[in-house]
Nanobody, 118 residues
Framework: QVQLMQSGGGLVQPGGSLTLSCVAP????????MGWYRQAPGKEREMVAV???????LYGDSVKGRFTISRDNVKSTVYLQMTSLNPEDTAIYYCHSRRTLTPYAQYWGQGTQVTVSS
């Protein structure tokens, strides 16, 4: 069973930066698409950033140019670097993995709160 362990959430001032981490020991990035999603109160879950198994990166329109998704194959860790944060970025952020080959298992991290406020 895969465990996605998130860290890095917290409180940050508008305009500030924060980096989230998602660790999954033993994960094979070559057959796994990783992603970050977020959900704010009263809103639907939205895609923030995706790092596909073939290396393509995709960002939600609201974070494009401000957020960067990256991965460290040795550490089996995916990062979300967030800059120029604004209050609209406040949400619970979830790490997600989905295998692109059978077995098509998918997993969610436990979520971490990101609050942008002065």
């Amino acid at each position: 069973q895969v465990q996605l362990m998130q860290s890095g959430g917290g409180l940050v001032q508008p305009g500030g930066s924060l980096t989230l981490s998602c660790v999954a020991p033993g994960i094979d990035f070559s057959v796994t698409t990783m992603g970050w999603y977020r959900q704010a109160p009263g809103k639907e879950r939205e895609m923030v950033a995706v790092f596909s198994s073939n290396g393509d990166r995709l960002y939600g329109d609201s974070v494009k140019g401000r957020f960067t998704i990256s991965r460290d194959n040795v550490k089996s860790t995916v990062y979300l670097q967030m800059t120029s944060l604004n209050p609209e970025d406040t949400a619970i952020y979830y790490c997600h993995s989905r295998r692109t080959l059978t077995p098509y298992a998918q997993y969610w991290g436990q979520g971490t709160q990101v609050t942008v406020s002065s």
